[in-house]
């Protein structure tokens, strides 16, 4: 399987501890998406705002196109964003963002990204004020995934940054 949307759900649970009455430990879990269960269109079906829910968690994934709001381009090999213009590909290009947002705070372990070539393809991830380049990754063949880590929050942002950049979230995740 290939690793698209990797995330561990971080919650506090109570335990004793023998020094003090009460400690908080953090207790975690990881939750995995398939964003089309059984496939996925080979054509982009667009939303505004497609909402997933897996094991308590929310995820609500929306798009920013030339810094407006746009519309998410749902197909067979990844998410993308889009708006009305004929000449927009769906992919996640120049100026383009995803915007994850998820109802308890998640840190993310792994983003894969399809259709990525490396030189051509950049991207930023952003959240709570924190900023991490995306650019050269050798991984795979048709989805590059990125390793990630002290990547903690509620929102996060993908953001085409190249001149030549065109990607898509991918489908799945492990």
């Known amino acids: ?49 497609p909402h997933y829910y897996v094991n308590g ?17 749902l197909r067979w090999d990844g998410i993308g964003a889009t708006n009305s213009s004929l000449l927009n590909v769906g992919e996640v290009t120049a100026t383009e963002s995803l915007v994850l ?15 990525w070539e490396n030189g051509l393809d950049h991207a930023t991830l952003s ?20 390793a990630l880590s002290s990547v903690t929050g509620t929102t996060f942002t993908l953001t085409g940054t190249g001149l030549l950049t065109s990607f898509r979230l991918d489908r799945k995740s492990t």
Not at 60 to 71: E, P, R, S
Not at 127 to 146: A, E
């Open 127 to 146: 959240w709570d004020g924190k900023t991490i380049s995306l650019d050269n990754c050798n991984t795979g063949f048709w989805v590059n995934t990125f």
């Open 101 to 115: 947002s998820f109802s308890k705070a998640v840190s993310l372990k792994a983003l894969g990204l399809s259709l």
């Open 57 to 73: 968690l929310d995820l609500t994934i929306t798009a920013l196109v030339n810094g407006k709001q746009g519309d998410v381009a």
């Open 1 to 49: 399987m290939r690793a698209a949307l990797s995330v561990v759900v971080l919650g506090s649970a109570l335990s004793l501890a023998p020094v003090m009455a009460s400690a908080t430990t953090q207790s975690v879990s990881t939750t995995t998406y398939d964003f089309y269960n059984a496939g996925g269109s080979l054509f982009d079906q667009v939303s505004n705002a």
